[in-house]
């Protein structure tokens, strides 16, 4: 069981459809059920239209899922009981650390992890609810999970063995009481009994945390697949300064579906360059291994 997890925070480009394709292929290529679940918790980054944009994208990439798709929105009693839960037993803790109070705190270059700076454990023990923490400060409090560990070591179907070092106690709950990416995702993937998560290798740094919030919530851990990321041709992720990657863009530009899924699956090591073809041309000799270990380069020039 597979999953897409587009998040309408911004029109899909290039890297998105390279990582959704592959998702696709690893699913379907054994046989296996793909859901699609749009992130949508994001509220101050959600771009209106995006969500329905990403949909018509995913369709016309030809890339189809079962069942209706879910919404984050409409789960939000879910991650609600979660953190609760947690809190019940003493696994996560109100905190009123501002970002910029954490980020000071982290004075020196090695307190910096991969994904921000190290979280002190500065209010940990303070307070045993969100009340009492606003009561006694007047912030409104979010809520950390208390890690006791220095990393999770896993083993990555893509990437193999990992340290899984953590950067200290992480937000599952914001301070507007909506839920944080690392435990709306968790809560997601096992009430839809995800198998197999596969993302961008940005997201390497978020799986110990994930992996702790499966075990502390008794819930099945899927295996993990991170590839990695499309960039342009200095070597950084793909963005405006490459020019239009967009897929509508590419789209209103003439592109085919099949010249655009022929050329990501050059961008993959699956076909030759110059190949058309549909997603399910893909299928039958689909292999993981073929995919290069490294980032790819590749921009809208690639389909001129």
Known sequence: ??????????????????????????????????????????????????????????????????????????????????????????????????????????????????????YPGTCRGRWRTLAEAKAVTGRDAALRFAVDVAAVPFVDRFVGAQAGTLAGDFVIQKRDGGPAYQLAVVVDDAAQQVTEVLRADDLLPSTPRQLLLYRALGLIEPRFCHVPLVVGADGLRLAKRHGDTTLRSLRERGVTMQALIGYLAFLCNLRPRGTA??????????????????????DAHGLA
């Open 1 to 118: 069981m597979g999953r897409l997890a587009p998040s309408p925070t911004g029109a899909l480009h290039l890297g998105n459809a390279r990582t959704f394709l592959l998702a696709w292929l690893s699913v379907r290529a054994r046989g296996g059920t793909l859901q699609l679940r749009i992130e949508d918790i994001d509220g101050p980054r959600l771009k209106p239209g995006a969500e329905a944009q990403a949909i018509e994208d995913l369709l016309w990439l030809g890339l189809d899922w079962d069942g209706e798709p879910v919404r984050q929105t409409e789960r939000l009693a879910r991650y609600a009981a979660a953190a609760s839960e947690l809190v019940a037993r003493g696994l996560a803790y109100p905190c009123v650390c501002t970002r910029k109070e954490v980020e000071e705190a982290a004075s020196a270059p090695h307190e910096a992890a991969m994904d921000g700076p190290v």
């Open 277 to 298: 073809c549909r997603p399910t041309d893909l299928l039958a000799d689909f292999d993981m291994t073929r995919v290069p270990d490294k980032p790819v380069v590749g």
